[in-house]
């Protein structure tokens, strides 16, 4: 009975414990979004959107930075997945037990957990360093690898949830093993893989250091993927430590832009996921 008594007292004491560390987590991040839409609204107008990165103490805008984000962004996503999809399904699919699978998977764990800076001084001496200059491809590359290890895990992750009497029934059929997952695999875990390329847009939207290393900056409009382009996490970065009362309020409404970005993505990718739970 005395038993019973502290294990029912101490369960109490955790869940108190739990529960107020919850409702701490929760109410930091509720001051800081509030404080962020406060600032960031006050600050946004149709100049960010029309007109380029002012000078100090000019009437401008962010549009260079929103475009170099986007471009760069589109560029990362469209040559991370491919890859990410190749690899997770090698590893769901063909190697799923050998020792070459185990090898990548390691390898993928470390570079998913890796510091994105990291990523940024590999890219720098690579690309940056062999060409003699800045540019938007450096950095979309640097964005790229930062998107594979995020689609590769979750490629072999929703390949694997796929029933394993789906591909025999396909197999069944006389279809090539390629017929199978293209037909079978991926449509089943389609709404899994959406899923991991929406997170992974999620994660590269905010990231300043592989961008500091490799794409730098430009305060002039460019569509020139050889040369420096500017971004909104950069720019963010460069106005909110500057002293011009404009450019700090810029860097606000930059920073409320990519809130609202990732926000999105979130909520499309649980939307997906919901939607995909209820078939």
């Not at 369960?11 to 406060?38: E, K, P, Q, R, W």
């Not at 938007?136 to 690898?145: D, E, N, P, R, T």
């Not at 720019?235 to 009362?245: E, G, N, R, V």
């Amino acid at each position: 009975m005395a038993s019973m008594t502290r294990r029912k007292t101490v369960n109490a004491v955790m869940m108190t414990l739990s529960t107020g560390a919850a409702a701490l987590g929760l109410f930091v991040l509720a001051v800081i979004l509030l404080y962020l839409l406060y600032k960031g609204a006050s600050a946004l107008n149709l100049a960010v959107f029309t007109q380029d990165t002012p000078s100090p103490m000019e009437p401008g805008g962010l549009r260079n930075a929103i475009l170099g984000s986007v471009i760069m962004s589109v560029i990362a996503v469209a040559i991370g997945t491919p890859i990410g999809i190749l690899a997770g399904t090698y590893m769901a699919e063909y190697g799923r037990y050998a020792k070459l699978s185990k090898v990548i998977r390691f390898v993928n764990d470390i570079l998913l957990s890796a510091p994105s800076i990291i990523v940024g001084l590999f890219v720098y001496q690579v690309l940056v360093v062999s060409l003699g200059h800045f540019s938007a491809l450096a950095g979309s590359v640097a964005l790229a690898i930062l998107v594979i290890p995020i689609v590769v895990r979750t490629t072999e992750d929703m390949l694997r949830l796929v029933p394993d009497q789906l591909r025999e029934a396909g197999l069944a059929m006389g279809w090539p093993r390629w017929i199978v997952i293209r037909t079978v695999a991926y449509k089943a875990a389609m709404a899994g893989i959406v899923t991991g390329v929406l997170l992974a847009i999620a994660r590269i939207s905010g990231e300043t250091a592989p961008l500091l290393f490799t794409a730098l900056s430009n305060n002039f409009f460019s569509l020139d993927l050889t040369q420096p382009m500017a971004s909104l996490p950069i720019t963010i970065f460069q106005f909110a430590l500057s002293p011009y009362d404009n450019w700090q309020a810029l860097a606000w409404a930059g920073a409320l832009l990519i809130t609202v970005a990732v926000l999105a993505l979130s909520i499309v990718a649980r939307l997906v996921t919901s939607k995909k739970e209820k078939h």
